[in-house]
Structure formats: structure tokens, C-alpha cells
């Protein structure tokens, strides 16, 4: 279920990590919520249809294959690696509800779920590429009216379903979370942006620095790719056009589909985050697996299309 929770969520790296950090401190499991970390951002349903028409049918099938089958072997290797760990952090700590919260029935939590997963969607929905019409463009430019319409519903669902003491608890935790993550999220977007850049604008690495060394289909061009994707930021979307480019420019299939499965589950800020979440060591292991995972099948896709 953690692999493929992406398919509802329209979140970068840095979106997805509020909702990481809220399932992780509330109990899951190492691998659930590593694998629901890379899922979040990389199932993406909109990106993947993005990235079959803008970049090619084959490119956004192995993007939508390899980051389901990532998010399992990532959970799977996780919970493996950390089954120790994981068993003391969570010992003495289960959630038993209290009698006044069964008061909601699960389709109310269901409904409740939903509309927070539709604001989401909907805050977040990106504007359409020039000459986009149809639905699409519509629903871009409802985008804030239906926010706004989700909202009021949400608020009623709140007034009408839940506790004081709950509503306390989710106010104290989300500002709990705020000062957590924003500090670190802002101050790694700040180096990265200074490191990296965006596209049209070289900062200190020169974007065709990054051409040349991902040209062609070898071993280090997939893994250099897998590195630059893993420490860029990319908003929701952002790395279809950034790559439309990069392959214009001579960068290679495969290395593309590295940097793809990399690059929108993992950011610098995404790292500092996590690390004050479930530690530097934890942090080190999920990005490695990541990377190499990105790199084999890059040399993988890369093979196969030449």
C-alpha cells in the first residue's frame, strides 16, 4: 500500500515530508515509511503522463515501473537492514484509541482522508503547458475555488467529528512539525539553488558541466546522473522540462531515466530533513539504496533502447 501511495499525492521531496514525519513518529514501520518517502513524490500520476508525452512512451513506462518497484525494494531493504532498530523504537508504543475516538466511523476517516488528499492535489495543481485546454485547463484555473470549496468541507467535517482535545493535538503537532522542517528545508533549498541553480540560470556547477559528464550510456554517466538527481530540487513536474533540455543537449536515455528515479524522491533539503527524523545513519542507507537502485536502471534502460 506504502509503494503505490503516490498515485494520489501530487508532492515534491520536501511536500511528502510533513506526511513522512507525521507516520513515522506515529508508529509505522521503517519500511512502510521508506518506502511511502519514495513513493510519495515519485509515483506521481500526473509526472508520469508528463514524462510519456513529453519525453516518450518508453521513457515514462520505465519511470512508472521502476518507482513502483523501487518503493518496495526500498521499504523491503530498509526493514531488513533496520529490523533491530526498529523493533526497540517501537517497543512499549502501540496506539490503542481511546473509547470517545470510535466514536468516527471509518468511512468518516475515509471522507476526512480524502478531502486532505484533494487540497493537496488541488493547491498544488500545476498550470497547463501553453495551448492546454480541455479539463486540464480548467481545472487550473478553478484551482483556488475548489480549494477554498474543499476547505469549507473540511471545517465541517473538523466541527462535526472530532474533539477539542483532537483538533489541540493537531494544531500543537503541526507546528511542532513547522518548526522542525522549515529551517532545514529553507536553508537547503538556499544551497542547493546556489549550488545548482535552475534551468537557463548556472550557478556554481554550470549545467553544461552536467551534459557532458551524462552523455552516452556508461556506468559512471548513470551514476553521476543518479548523484546530480539525488541532491537537485525539483518542484512537482519541474524535472520533465529540466530533462527535455538536458537530453536535448546530448545527455543519454539512460542516465535520464537515473536521474528521473532519483531526482524526484531526494533533494539536499530532503536530506537534512530526514536526517533530523530518523538519523544521519538511517538517512545515509535510504539515499545509497536510492542511487544505486537509480543507477542499475539507468545502465539497464539505457542498454535496452540502444
Excluded at 65 to 94: C, P, Q, W
Excluded at 230 to 235: C, D, I, R
Amino acid at each position: 500500500m506504502a509503494s503505490v501511495s503516490g498515485t494520489v499525492l501530487a508532492v515534491c521531496s520536501c511536500t511528502v515530508l510533513p506526511l513522512f514525519a507525521g507516520i513515522y513518529t506515529r508508529g509505522a514501520g521503517i519500511g512502510p515509511a521508506s518506502a511511502f518517502l519514495y513513493s510519495g513524490p515519485a509515483i506521481n500520476v500526473l509526472a508520469i503522463v508528463l514524462t510519456a508525452r513529453v519525453l516518450g512512451w518508453q521513457l515514462g513506462l520505465a519511470r512508472a515501473v521502476g518507482a513502483v518497484a523501487f518503493a518496495v525494494i526500498t521499504g523491503l531493504l530498509m526493514a531488513l537492514i533496520f529490523h533491530r532498530d526498529d523493533a526497540n523504537r517501537t517497543a512499549g508504543s502501540i496506539y490503542v484509541p481511546d473509547a470517545d475516538e470510535n466514536a468516527r466511523t471509518i468511512t468518516q476517516d475515509a471522507l476526512y482522508l480524502l478531502t486532505m488528499v484533494l487540497i493537496l492535489v488541488f493547491a498544488a495543481f500545476a498550470r497547463p503547458a501553453p495551448g492546454v485546454t480541455g479539463i486540464w485547463a480548467f481545472l487550473f484555473a478553478a484551482k483556488w475555488f475548489i480549494t477554498a470549496g474543499l476547505l469549507i468541507v473540511l471545517g465541517v467535517m473538523l466541527k462535526a467529528w472530532f474533539s477539542r482535545d483532537e483538533l489541540t493535538n493537531w494544531v500543537e503537532a503541526t507546528w511542532g512539525f513547522m518548526k522542525q522542517i522549515f529551517p532545514l528545508l529553507l536553508g537547503g533549498v538556499l544551497v542547493a539553488g546556489f549550488l545548482l541553480g535552475r534551468p537557463g540560470y548556472p550557478a556554481l556547477i554550470p549545467e553544461h558541466y552536467i551534459q557532458t559528464l551524462v552523455g552516452g550510456n556508461s556506468l559512471w554517466a548513470n551514476f553521476f546522473a543518479a548523484i546530480a538527481g539525488a541532491f537537485m530540487y525539483f518542484a512537482t513536474l519541474t524535472e520533465v522540462p529540466i530533462l527535455q533540455g538536458l537530453i536535448g543537449s546530448g545527455m543519454g536515455p539512460g542516465p535520464a531515466l537515473s536521474l528521473l528515479l532519483a531526482g524526484p524522491a531526494l533533494s539536499l533539503p530532503n536530506m537534512i530533513v530526514i536526517a533530523s527524523i530518523m538519523g544521519a545513519k538511517k538517512t545515509i542507507v535510504f539515499c545509497t539504496i536510492i542511487i544505486l537502485l537509480s543507477t542499475l536502471a539507468g545502465l539497464g534502460y539505457g542498454w535496452l533502447v540502444s
